[in-house]
């Protein structure tokens, strides 16, 4: 009996989840991709807490997402027939708890600071970061995003080291999913150009 395998790559900002993701999915026929970017509350809703200092809301927390819509659409999506593979990207995927326990395959993507902000200082968001953005925010939340994951969930998290190549990344996640997808029943993907007989 087979059931949707749930990969979540989840990490630091700007440590190539998105590309990774991405990559997967387009290798994976038939896969589907949740992307945790597409779940932020609009500016205008009022659950949002500005960073002390600045006039800016912080972006980087949990209560800034609408995760209960994002869970919900995980178990609607995993409730359909046939199963495949639910790709799940984004910076708290896993630090929700109640998505975490959905999901077969777990990655999470670090960064140290240079690189982290080296990359970031290349990207514009939306709302772009105000000036101490970074420093005020981005990086200490992702601190204590990892140093939570690492308490209540090490074991059960692949973490690896985002300053590696993007294509030895997409190859160590592509490893961690064909053996979730083992564990939920679902037949290996043929190799590209047919392959089996
Ligand atoms: N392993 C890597 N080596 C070098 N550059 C990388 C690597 N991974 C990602 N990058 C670069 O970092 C930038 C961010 O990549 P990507 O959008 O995939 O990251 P992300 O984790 O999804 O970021 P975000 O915080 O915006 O969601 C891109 O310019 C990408 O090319
Ligand atoms: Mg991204």
Not at 9 to 23: H, L, N, P, Q
Not at 42 to 63: M, Q
Not at 69 to 98: C, H, K, M, Q, Y
Not at 156 to 172: A, H, K, Q, W, Y
């Amino acid at each position: 009996m087979s059931r949707w395998c749930v990969a979540a790559v989840s990490g630091a900002t700007c440590s190539g989840k998105t590309t990774i993701a991405r990559r997967l999915h387009a290798s994976l026929a038939g896969s589907r991709l949740i992307s945790q970017d597409d779940y932020f509350l609009p500016e205008s809703d009022p659950r949002h807490r500005l960073v002390p200092g600045l006039d800016h809301f912080n972006w980087d927390t949990l209560s800034a997402l609408d995760m209960d819509r994002l869970l919900a659409d995980v178990t609607a999506l995993t409730a359909t027939s046939p199963p495949g593979i639910l790709i799940l990207e984004g910076f708290l995927v896993l630090n929700d708890g109640r998505v975490r326990q959905r999901c077969d395959a777990r990655v999470f993507v670090t960064l140290d600071r240079a690189t982290c902000w080296q990359r970031r200082q290349r990207r514009v968001y939306e709302p772009p970061d105000v000036p101490g953005y970074f420093d005020a925010c981005v990086w200490p939340m992702y601190e204590q995003h990892e140093a939570a994951l690492r308490r209540e969930a090490e074991a059960e998290v692949t973490f690896l080291d985002g300053r590696r190549p993007i294509d030895e990344l997409c190859r160590l996640v592509e490893a961690e999913v064909d053996k979730a997808r083992v564990s939920c029943g679902l037949e290996k993907a043929a190799p590209p150009g047919g392959g089996g007989d």
